[in-house]
């Protein structure tokens, strides 16, 4: 389900919903700043806030140190982005933002995220692992930057990969 538009995203689960925000949201701001200056992959730079009852309870970032020192096997075999997670140690859905935002409520002590929100700056759609440990830990809605389908996506000419924090 899409607030907004139809957009093919490449996953989206039936009890999932996309809504969208501006970039002077908040939440995507804090989203955004995570993302600046913890996030480890520097080509995709992303972050998740997951907010509960109007509070940050948990904060993940994307990537690992292994695309540094061995590059990414899913970028040598031309794998579509989405797919082949399990081909590169540095792409496991364990390095993406989403299951660390999770990971980093439940070590605070908020174990209850049902009906929490995830905010997420850098990405224009959720991969089905990251779904999956969303929609297990009770997360519906997830906020994306208003446009993040044509800012954030590879095949998009008018993205600002490269560009990011200096434009959204």
């Known amino acids: 389900m899409n607030s907004k538009k ?3 995203y490449p996953y989206m689960p039936a009890e999932g919903v996309i809504r969208y925000v501006p970039a002077d949201n908040e939440y995507m701001q804090a989203a ?3 993302a600046q200056e913890h996030s480890l ?3 995709m730079p992303n972050a998740s806030i997951i907010v509960k009852l109007g509070q940050i309870v948990g904060r993940g970032f994307n990537g690992s140190d292994y695309h540094e020192t061995h590059g990414c096997e899913r970028v ?5 982005t989405g797919q082949g997670y399990e081909l590169c140690e540095g792409c496991s859905p364990k390095n993406h933002g989403e299951p660390r935002a999770i990971a980093n409520a439940h070590e605070h002590g908020v174990t209850d995220l049902n009906g929490a929100d995830l905010y997420l700056w850098g990405h ?4 089905e692992p990251c779904w999956n440990s969303m929609l ?3 997360i519906h809605d997830v906020y994306l930057l208003e446009n993040s389908e044509t800012l954030f996506n590879k095949e998009s000419p008018d993205n600002i990969i490269g560009r ?3 434009t959204a």
């Open 6 to 8: 139809h957009i093919n």
């Open 76 to 80: 040598r075999l031309g794998i579509p």
């Open 41 to 43: 992959d520097k080509t």
């Open 164 to 166: 990011q924090f200096a």
């Open 136 to 138: 297990e830990a009770g």
């Open 32 to 34: 955004k700043a995570y």
């Open 124 to 127: 224009w759609w959720c991969c």
